[in-house]
């Protein structure tokens, strides 16, 4: 077998280390190489299925091609990138035409020799980076100082203008990543967390409507980091509350996902009460954040795609029950579920003020502010009431 040009392995590396979704092809337009990004996009791991080793024509016949661009797309891409391969060898053309599906030949038979520096094409995608939508796909011959070509490169990216991209940049990248995980749905263990401001009418008829604003913005923007800090995911921010997600596989292990959401709970409690001091509230009004942690073993967990937003969610009785425990707290309170209690290494339980071994739990029936609705849909859930420094 004849060793790769060493020069194609520097364009490899350097394309992958960007994390752009890219491919590239030898001298005679084989596809040697197609980058983690856009496998994960295609939603295809294996060489073999990706077509690596074929002329590129011939790899996009795959199926695993085949179910991410339009037909429309793969014909503009054929009239578009054959006059290239034409321009190195101009005799060429019956040989393509035969590697290319048979729907597409007669745009191969359309094509003739045209040598441009750098093409770009818009493409429609369907089934996993339909979110995506239109794709835009920069080509490019690399050549030698003597004109000999070495390589084409391929990278692809989404049709958007640099402003919106300059706000997805905004995000953590990290979390983005937890997220793009999901995009499989499926069964998760993972801890769960509610938050919620504790009578956040009454703080919000204090202050102007200007000024709530700030606090909130402020505050949910503290709180987001600490979740992502502390690898979790952040779920809906709905009214003035939060969920997040702390999954065994991002944390590591099952116990390492408890004292992620534990240790998160605790650090929003002290990060609202700082919020709140800092604040333009008076010291008669605080802000206070009731926080509810619990264990999900099998939630089913996935991504929610739609043109207006980006987020995850959780199904299964155990997200419910957390945002009951929610609901049931008071005056800043952290109360953690039995379930994720036990499930803590001893040594963190103590940590955070809990004897593992003789620590005495109550059910959220018998709080005494919990709401009708969390006693039935949560009643007999054991809790306790986690310290908190203040």
Known sequence: ?????????????????????????????????????????????DDSALGIGKHILASRQEPAWQRVVSADAQEHWVRLNVPQMLADD??????????????????????????????TWLGHTTGLISAIDDVRNFGMRVRTREGDPFATVYIYGANLPATLLALVAQGDQGLFERMARLADPGRREAAVLFADIQASGELSRHLSSAAYFRLVQQLFTRLDQIVIDAKGIVGKHAGDGISAF?????????????????????EL???????????????????????????????????IVTGGRLEVTALGDEVNECARIQESARDGAVLASKALIERLEPEHARNVGIDPENASYTTVAELPDAPEKAVRDAGSIPITEVPCER
């Open 1 to 45: 077998m004849t060793a790769r040009d060493p020069r194609l392995d520097e364009i490899i590396e350097g394309l992958e280390e960007t994390g752009w979704a890219a491919e590239v092809c030898d001298a005679e337009w084989n596809l040697i190489w197609v980058s983690s990004q856009a496998r994960t996009l295609i939603g295809q791991e």
């Open 90 to 119: 101009p005799g060429a053309k019956d040989r393509l035409a035969e590697l290319a599906r048979p729907e597409l030949r007669q745009a191969v038979a359309d094509s003739e020799p045209a040598d441009i520096p750098m093409w």
């Open 246 to 266: 702390f999954l065994a596989d991002d944390c590591g292990s099952r116990e390492a996902s408890a004292a992620a959401a534990l240790d998160t709970a605790l």
């Open 269 to 303: 409690a002290r990060a609202a009460e700082e919020t709140g001091a800092g604040s333009e509230l008076e010291p008669a009004h605080e802000l206070r954040l009731n926080i509810g942690v619990h264990w999900g073993g099998a939630l089913y967990m996935g991504q």
